[in-house]
């Protein structure tokens, strides 16, 4: 039978699936569109059981963020290749399965899933993304802040990086607030403050440190008191507030939001493309 071009394009609506794809269904079909919808569905299961296998690292990372700033959402959506990241079409569903989990205060990647956009859940519309692109396409991380204070998100050019920083009150100076974002890209500290870091971890540090300097000669008891400055040295280097600012080595993070009369940073979410959580 004849399939004309406007019922292709009612299917490839319906499902998102490619021009080429939908003709065939329909011929398959013969012309009935729910029988040529579940005919993609089925070959959208097929394909991503077939690349389940599959390492997903490319992709994007979005943010949302009310207009008062007290509510934010990160999500990253992956694929096999930085050029379906690029696809417009799939800038567009990620898009839509961002809005999804801020308009529903989504916390997880498994939850976001069930939520439905345009009539059916995210979980088909990746599993019929597959199907289309014939990549592996999955969401794995969403985040969820919200705040008596205000939040500030970052997104590193090529949404591959993105940032959310919590501070304590209400941030007049945008420009400061989003320096502090771009200081935790680009220096991936650990936490906030010292009292933050894992306990096991200072202690790792302290011996690691203190094994060096017996190493290099030095006795024990000055070992001991040397590997505490050490231990200084690395708050420095991976503790925001303690982190030398990367604009003003002359001042710390914590030093150069106090001279902004600028709120402190009390959280922080760094997403990073690729990067297990």
């Known amino acids: 039978m004849s399939i004309s071009a406007a019922d292709v394009k009612k299917l490839r609506d319906m499902t998102g699936a490619g021009m080429m794809d939908c003709k065939k269904a329909l011929a398959e079909a013969e012309g009935d569109f729910d029988k040529a919808v579940e005919i993609l569905r089925k070959k959208g299961q097929k ?34 290749t930085d050029f379906v990241a690029r696809n417009d079409d799939f800038q567009a569903q990620a898009d839509k399965f961002l809005n999804a989990a801020y308009d529903n205060d989504i916390e997880s ?31 794995s991380k969403v985040v969820l802040a ?12 090529g949404n591959q990086l993105g940032v959310l920083v919590e501070f304590d009150g209400k941030v007049e100076n945008h420009e400061v607030a989003k320096d502090v974002a ?21 202690e790792k540090e302290l011996e690691i440190a203190k094994e060096q300097l017996i190493n290099e000669g ?7 008191k040397a590997a505490k400055g050490k231990l200084r040295r690395f708050y420095e280097e991976r503790v925001l507030l303690n982190q030398k600012f990367v604009k003003d080595n002359g001042v710390t993070v914590k030093q150069y939001l106090e001279q902004n009369n600028t709120p402190l940073a009390t959280a922080f979410h760094r997403i990073q493309l690729g990067e297990e959580a």
């Not at 899933?113 to 969401?139: A, R």
């Not at 919200?146 to 050019?157: E, F, R, W």
């Open 47 to 80: 394909v991503a059981d077939k690349r389940a296998d599959r390492e997903a690292k490319e992709g994007l990372v979005l943010t949302r963020i009310s207009d008062d700033a007290k509510k934010a959402v990160v999500i990253e959506i992956n694929c096999e």
């Open 109 to 139: 990647a498994e939850a976001l899933m069930d939520i439905e956009v345009d009539g059916e859940t995210i979980g088909m519309h990746l599993q019929n993304m597959t199907g289309t692109i014939g990549e592996k396409i999955q969401i």
């Open 146 to 157: 919200k705040t008596d204070g205000s939040l500030v998100d970052y997104i590193h050019p």
């Open 182 to 202: 771009m200081q935790i890209a680009a220096m991936k500290p650990l936490a906030v403050t010292q009292d933050e870091v894992d306990a096991s971890l200072v």
């Open 218 to 224: 030095k006795p024990a008891e000055i070992a001991e």
